[in-house]
């Protein structure tokens, strides 16, 4: 838990813990391609879909994320809609903000 709470303080050090993450093949590709989003980088659903290669797939994609138990450890927070504004979240649109937020002040090096 330490190590999670960390994370949530300083993401650009990175979380390893071995998770067991359960899903469908589909589920497992969207949430293996969420922990390749560095912190502080947001896609949209459109640019998940096209890096799983499934461009046609974007509902899918998002109820991927919906489906995602793991918050943080797996970053749906960083997927946001095309226009760039902030959609719904499992935890609160208010925390997606606050991690967006707090992972793009530790890019900038700013507390």
Known sequence: MAQ???FVEAPEVGLNLPLDVR?????????QALR????????????????IGAPRSVRAVAQACGANH????????????????ISG???????????????ARARAGSP
């Open 4 to 6: 999670v709470v960390g």
């Open 23 to 31: 899903g469908t093949a589909f589920q497992q590709r969207v949430w």
């Open 36 to 51: 390749e989003i560095p912190p502080g980088d947001t896609v949209s659903y459109s640019q998940l879909a096209e890096r």
């Open 70 to 85: 793991i918050a943080v450890a797996v970053p749906c927070h960083r997927v946001v809609r095309r226009d760039g504004d």
């Open 89 to 103: 979240y499992r935890w609160g649109v208010e925390r997606k903000r606050e991690l967006l937020q707090r992972e």
